[in-house]
């Protein structure tokens, strides 16, 4: 198992200078927007796909540094009811397959996107309960009449490339926990997985351990990123928090660097539980702390990382 980063938290740097900050900070996988939601800042996609040299030059600069890409990254919203984004956005996820298979790069991440309650709808609608009964006509729709059928679609053209669809389970979105993520691939097939960002289910109650073994082969690729829930705030409101993000004291959660939501003992045993599924990709570092600088964040968040993450194989058990 590699430690990574998601090198957007660099997006201000040069592409090499960001690997080598990344390398200097003890990470050896870099994770890379394609565009979309992360942007582009590490990746010209158009230059990429038609240019054979450029991307030679492109993995020798990752290779020579003894790393390797761990993903791209496509998040957006391809089947929401802003025709232009959609239509873009599946673009991008296509080119970031086919890029993808060029460079032997396995997963392409992205979200599942979320789709209008109605065709005549000009706004996602994000149903979260069964009641009133006018919900369970929108899920119909969205999931019926609009995932379903597009997620079967580019799961074929991923399967059909050699790679994986990496899906970020994310409340606001039509896949958000366990359940829909299974659903989904259930119709989809492997080629659909999951980008396992433990982050997003801390705030929800949801144990990630339990998550993982029950994911199991579907994960694909794995976000490192903590998540810290605020016990006054939650027995008052819940975890629902729709407050700014910069309103940390009011907040029911705030996204943490790796030890500053849960301790080690956890991370440890998300690390083995991955293990113990057959996991063993890359967590990338993603940095999304309020409360930390970008290097600090990053410097603090490998370095636990580098602590909890198994690197070597087991080996034979002579005691069984």
């Known amino acids: 198992m590699r430690v990574g980063v998601f090198s957007v938290i660099f997006q201000q740097l040069p592409f090499e ?43 020798r600069a990752v290779e020579s540094r003894g790393m390797i890409i761990s993903a791209f990254s496509a998040h957006w919203d391809p089947i929401g ?3 232009k984004v959609a239509r873009d ?17 396995p997963v392409v991440n992205g979200m599942s996107g979320l789709p209008a309650g109605s065709p005549a709808d000009k706004m996602p609608n994000w149903v979260t309960c069964p009641w ?3 919900f369970l ?18 799961s074929k053209f991923a399967a059909d490339h050699h790679v994986k669809i990496g899906i970020e389970m994310h409340p606001g979105m039509l896949l958000y926990n366990v359940d829909t993520m299974l659903r989904m691939r259930e119709v989809c097939g492997p080629a659909l997985g999951c980008n396992f960002d433990p982050s997003h289910l801390f705030w929800n109650g949801v144990d990630p351990i339990a998550a993982i073994r029950k994911l199991s082969d579907a994960i694909v690729h794995v976000h490192g990123k903590d998540c810290y829930v605020d016990p006054y705030n939650v027995a008052v409101n819940g975890c629902n928090d ?11 959660w705030t996204f943490r660097t790796i030890g ?4 080690l003992k956890v991370w440890k045993d998300i690390v083995s539980t991955l293990r113990m599924v057959g996991y063993d990709h890359v967590i990338s570092l993603e940095h999304e702390d309020g409360m930390m600088s970008f290097d600090e964040g990053v410097k603090k968040g490998l370095a636990a990382l580098n602590e909890v993450v198994t690197v070597e194989s087991p080996g034979e058990m002579f005691w069984a």
């Open 260 to 263: 500053y939501g849960h301790d």
């Open 242 to 252: 729709h407050k700014n993000y910069t309103e940390i004291p009011n907040r029911s």
């Open 89 to 105: 956005s599946d673009e991008l996820l296509r080119k970031s397959i086919l890029l993808a298979e060029m460079l032997g790069v």
């Open 17 to 59: 200078a960001a690997l080598d900050k990344i390398l200097s900070y003890g990470a050896t996988a870099v994770e890379i927007g394609t565009g979309g939601l992360p942007g582009a800042h590490h990746c010209e996609l158009d230059a990429l796909l038609e240019g054979p040299e450029k991307r030679k030059a492109y993995l």
């Open 132 to 134: 009133p009964p006018h």
């Open 137 to 154: 006509e929108i899920l119909d729709y969205q999931w019926n009449k609009v995932a379903i059928p597009y997620w079967r679609d580019l």
């Open 81 to 83: 009811p802003d025709e």
